[in-house]
């Protein structure tokens, strides 16, 4: 066994066996290439990464192979999600040197960590135009012993493209002073993200097809303040396609990663953790707008799921379910139509119908559930009522989840990720909001009492990962910002006073460790960080949205909340410094496009006072308002702007609406405040 086996990643773990000599990333493994002068490996995947499997079988566990690479390389294994700085990095290499990345991704670097070369996965034997995994490691070991001045050459190049990677943005900075900024400034994000718009299948482009939550968050809310309803209608004609497709698991709840085709119906089977905490609060808040019975059982199932696989007792959330079980992609979850027979009875063939199948399947022979027909139309042509279809649907789904548990279940990474987890407790937050449930408010709470108890460090920061009982590696931007943004999401719907003032010390936290003094953006490590040549700002949304847009939003809620007016100007100045990259970009900064709208449309910030404040503010979670701010109490506080009102008129309950630094007289009833929303947009 190599080093590895002492590590938590399961990734990191599946190969404590290799005879590869495998090191975890840290000064160690550094300073060992630096004393031995050996060119170094950092080979970088995923638990559930397929192609990262296959190498791992052809290269890594043959023994020619793991003694070449051991008598020549100081070798490094890294698991992206436990060290996504890492992983960032040299992914910027190897698209520097390819013009693309992915996993897994093999990044060689000098002795003294400067890289020079990087690319994807390798085969065992030249094929398809590509050398073998053998052929590369003996051309480079070979450029390194005969031709060092050219690598070093090299790698000094990358290594000043990296340094300047963040000027990339330069050309399409805010330079200059704008006229005053309007909603009509966002025509050009609209434009540009409807041009990708599927209109058959829902979502943007063709395959592969992934669920671009940001985006369709975007277009909700821009549709929102400006009835535009092409906007509106795209999103919930995806989210149904998304729900009723493949990339669905119609029995058990849960979204896979992508589709790899554009109608939705064939997954890549893996379900990660922060996908699903995406599309949750997406669905709650679509569901606020425009309520429907599909969204809520989309919500419902899957946060069934995630308790039922992703959870663990103490409240921490799993990372992933790999796509394989039985080394086959999809066994766990395809059927062949003589098994859903089997598990139906004959008399049931119809439910086999509603879910797709047929006798020859639609992916090699197997069937992907999915749901083709429309519920009323198919409940007829059954002679039954939809109320008695449904429940047999439901009581065959609970049959067939049975017969499935009997499986062999794909591999579950459980460590526990910040930032992932901190996204799955805004989802629960956010879904108790639509669908009042006291049960998804106290897994949000469950959540934070974990992550707040065990991902503390010794000097005042947080941790990145925890799984059996031991945290480690300093949380990165996205940690913080997405906690911050959980505490404000519970803040809001239970109205505990604790989690506003956590959110308020991690936001200073962040603006003291993170923040550039250079310009109004944070970087993705802490100040101390050293490991790494080049100190990097991600800035575009990746699968989960940019910390820096995140933050920038969080800065807003609370700058509003506490009346700490520079935190609301430093929220301006960083959407200020992306917005002709929102506008030309707006896939790659969804998020940031959000952040945008919200100071072109400022949040309603609504203040609930009185006796019944908690009922009335219940009453509010529940109507879709983008970007609110909500604050309810007994009696006014003067410690919180929005609760800052002195004597109430009578002891009755007031609600107070409030926007842009002007206030509407207050008023009684729900009713009421509707009437008041509406003529703000109007």
Same mark, same amino acid.
């Given at each position: 066994?190599?080093?590895?086996? &002492?590590?938590?990643?399961? &990734? +990191?773990?599946?190969?404590?066996?290799?005879?590869?000599?495998?090191?975890?990333?840290?000064?160690?493994?550094?300073?060992?290439?630096?004393?031995?002068?050996?060119?170094?490996? #950092?080979?970088?995947?995923?638990?559930?990464?397929?192609?990262?499997?296959?190498?791992?079988?052809?290269?890594?566990?043959?023994?020619?192979?793991?003694?070449?690479?051991?008598?020549?390389? #100081?070798?490094?294994?890294? /698991?992206?999600?436990?060290?996504?700085?890492? /992983?960032?990095?040299?992914?910027?290499?190897?698209?520097?040197?390819?013009?693309?990345?992915?996993?897994?991704? %093999?990044?060689?670097?000098?002795?003294?960590?400067?890289?020079?070369?990087?690319?994807?996965?390798?085969?065992?034997?030249?094929? =398809?135009?590509?050398?073998?995994?053998?052929?590369?490691? =003996?051309? +480079?070991?070979?450029?390194?012993?005969?031709?060092?001045?050219?690598?070093?050459?090299?790698?000094?190049?990358?290594?000043?493209? @990296?340094?300047?990677?963040?000027?990339?943005?330069?050309?399409?900075?805010?330079?200059?002073?704008?006229?005053?900024?309007?909603?009509?400034?966002?025509?050009?994000?609209?434009?540009?993200?409807?041009?990708?718009?599927?209109?058959? &299948?829902?979502?943007?482009?063709?395959?592969?097809?992934?669920?671009?939550?940001?985006?369709?968050?975007?277009?909700?809310? *821009?549709? $929102?303040?400006?009835? %535009?309803?092409?906007?509106?209608?795209?999103?919930?004609?995806?989210?149904?396609?998304?729900?009723?497709?493949?990339?669905?698991?119609?029995?058990?709840?849960?979204?896979?990663? *992508?589709?790899?085709?554009?109608?939705?119906?064939?997954? =890549?089977?893996?379900?990660?953790?922060?996908?699903?905490?995406?599309? #949750?609060?997406?669905?709650?808040?679509?569901?606020?707008?425009?309520?429907?019975?599909?969204?809520?059982?989309?919500?419902?199932?899957?946060?069934?799921?995630?308790?039922?696989?992703?959870?663990?007792?103490?409240?921490?959330?799993?990372?992933?379910?790999?796509?394989?079980?039985?080394?086959?992609?999809?066994?766990?979850?395809?059927?062949?139509? /003589?098994?859903?027979?089997?598990?139906?009875?004959?008399?049931?063939?119809?439910?086999?119908?509603?879910?797709?199948?047929?006798?020859?399947?639609?992916?090699?022979?197997?069937?992907?559930?999915?749901?083709?027909?429309?519920?009323?139309?198919?409940?007829?042509?059954?002679?039954?009522?939809?109320?008695?279809?449904?429940?047999?649907?439901?009581?065959?789904?609970?049959?067939?989840?049975?017969?499935?548990?009997?499986?062999?279940?794909?591999?579950?990474?459980?460590?526990?990720?910040?930032?992932? %987890?901190?996204?799955?407790?805004?989802?629960?937050?956010?879904?108790?909001?639509?669908?009042?449930?006291?049960? *998804?408010?106290?897994?949000?709470?469950?959540?934070?009492?974990?992550?707040?108890?065990?991902?503390?460090?010794?000097?005042?920061?947080? &941790?990145?990962?925890?799984?059996?009982?031991?945290?480690?590696?300093?949380?990165?931007?996205?940690?913080?910002?997405?906690?911050?943004?959980?505490?404000?999401?519970?803040?809001?719907?239970?109205?505990?006073? =604790? $989690?506003?003032?956590?959110?308020?010390?991690?936001?200073?936290?962040? @603006?003291?460790?993170?923040?550039?003094?250079?310009?109004?953006?944070?970087?993705?490590?802490?100040?101390?960080?050293?490991?790494?040549? #080049?100190?990097?700002?991600?800035?575009?949304?990746?699968?989960?949205?940019?910390?820096?847009?995140?933050?920038?939003?969080?800065?807003?809620?609370?700058?509003?909340?506490?009346?700490?007016?520079?935190?609301?100007?430093?929220?301006?100045?960083?959407?200020?410094?992306?917005?002709?990259?929102?506008?030309?970009?707006?896939?790659?900064?969804?998020?940031?496009?959000?952040?945008?709208?919200?100071?072109?449309?400022?949040?309603?910030?609504?203040?609930?006072?009185?006796?019944?404040?908690?009922?009335?503010?219940?009453?509010?979670?529940?109507?879709?308002?983008?970007?609110?701010?909500?604050?309810?109490?007994?009696?006014? %506080?003067?410690?919180?702007?929005?609760?800052?009102?002195?004597?109430?008129?009578?002891?009755?309950?007031?609600?107070?609406?409030?926007?842009?630094?002007?206030?509407?007289?207050?008023?009684?009833?729900?009713?009421?405040?509707?009437?008041?929303?509406?003529?703000?947009?109007?």
């Amino acid at each position: 066994m190599n080093r590895l086996q &002492y590590e938590t990643s399961p &990734y +990191l773990l599946q190969h404590a066996h290799n005879p590869v000599d495998w090191h975890p990333w840290g000064k160690d493994a550094l300073d060992k290439a630096r004393r031995e002068d050996k060119l170094i490996l #950092v080979s970088i995947g995923y638990s559930t990464c397929h192609w990262c499997h296959v190498m791992e079988r052809e290269s890594f566990e043959d023994p020619d192979v793991a003694a070449f690479m051991n008598a020549h390389f #100081v070798n490094i294994k890294v /698991d992206r999600e436990e060290r996504p700085d890492v /992983d960032q990095l040299f992914m910027e290499v190897c698209q520097i040197i390819n013009g693309n990345g992915g996993w897994p991704l %093999n990044c060689f670097l000098l002795p003294d960590g400067r890289p020079f070369f990087a690319d994807t996965y390798y085969p065992p034997r030249p094929m =398809h135009n590509r050398p073998s995994w053998m052929q590369v490691l =003996h051309r +480079l070991y070979h450029a390194f012993i005969h031709r060092r001045a050219e690598v070093e050459a090299q790698a000094e190049q990358i290594l000043s493209i @990296l340094k300047g990677a963040q000027e990339r943005f330069a050309p399409t900075l805010q330079t200059t002073p704008e006229a005053a900024p309007s909603p009509e400034d966002l025509e050009p994000v609209f434009q540009g993200l409807r041009r990708g718009f599927d209109t058959t &299948y829902g979502g943007f482009g063709g395959a592969p097809k992934f669920p671009s939550t940001m985006a369709l968050d975007f277009l909700l809310r *821009y549709g $929102w303040w400006t009835k %535009n309803e092409e906007a509106l209608g795209h999103v919930f004609f995806s989210l149904e396609k998304m729900i009723r497709g493949g990339i669905y698991d119609q029995l058990g709840g849960g979204f896979a990663r *992508y589709a790899t085709d554009a109608a939705w119906l064939v997954p =890549h089977f893996e379900k990660m953790l922060y996908d699903n905490a995406l599309l #949750v609060s997406l669905l709650a808040e679509a569901h606020k707008m425009r309520p429907s019975p599909l969204l809520e059982q989309a919500i419902r199932q899957t946060l069934e799921f995630i308790q039922r696989e992703m959870s663990s007792p103490e409240g921490a959330f799993f990372s992933a379910l790999d796509a394989d079980s039985e080394g086959e992609e999809g066994k766990f979850y395809v059927w062949s139509y /003589d098994e859903l027979l089997e598990a139906l009875g004959e008399e049931r063939s119809w439910v086999a119908e509603w879910w797709g199948a047929s006798p020859e399947g639609n992916w090699e022979g197997k069937n992907i559930l999915h749901r083709p027909h429309e519920p009323e139309a198919f409940a007829r042509a059954q002679g039954l009522s939809l109320h008695a279809m449904q429940h047999q649907l439901e009581e065959a789904r609970g049959r067939l989840l049975q017969v499935r548990a009997r499986r062999i279940r794909p591999g579950l990474d459980d460590k526990t990720l910040l930032d992932w %987890n901190a996204l799955q407790c805004s989802a629960y937050a956010k879904a108790f909001e639509a669908l009042q449930e006291a049960s *998804y408010l106290e897994a949000a709470r469950k959540n934070l009492g974990f992550l707040q108890t065990n991902l503390r460090r010794p000097d005042g920061g947080l &941790y990145h990962t925890w799984k059996a009982g031991k945290a480690k590696i300093p949380a990165f931007l996205d940690d913080y910002a997405f906690l911050v943004q959980a505490l404000l999401d519970v803040f809001e719907a239970d109205q505990s006073l =604790h $989690w506003l003032e956590e959110a308020r010390h991690w936001t200073t936290y962040v @603006l003291e460790h993170f923040h550039d003094p250079a310009e109004p953006l944070f970087f993705f490590t802490e100040q101390n960080a050293v490991e790494l040549p #080049v100190r990097k700002k991600e800035l575009y949304d990746n699968a989960t949205p940019s910390g820096n847009a995140v933050m920038a939003r969080n800065l807003r809620r609370l700058g509003i909340v506490f009346g700490e007016e520079e935190w609301v100007e430093l929220s301006e100045s960083m959407i200020a410094r992306l917005r002709e990259n929102i506008r030309k970009y707006p896939q790659a900064f969804g998020y940031w496009a959000t952040a945008w709208l919200e100071t072109l449309r400022p949040p309603f910030e609504i203040a609930v006072i009185g006796k019944q404040a908690p009922q009335l503010g219940r009453q509010v979670l529940g109507v879709y308002l983008p970007g609110r701010v909500l604050q309810t109490a007994p009696k006014p %506080n003067p410690a919180f702007p929005l609760l800052n009102r002195g004597e109430l008129p009578t002891d009755e309950t007031w609600i107070f609406l409030c926007q842009n630094y002007s206030c509407r007289q207050p008023v009684k009833t729900m009713a009421e405040l509707m009437q008041l929303i509406e003529l703000e947009r109007s």
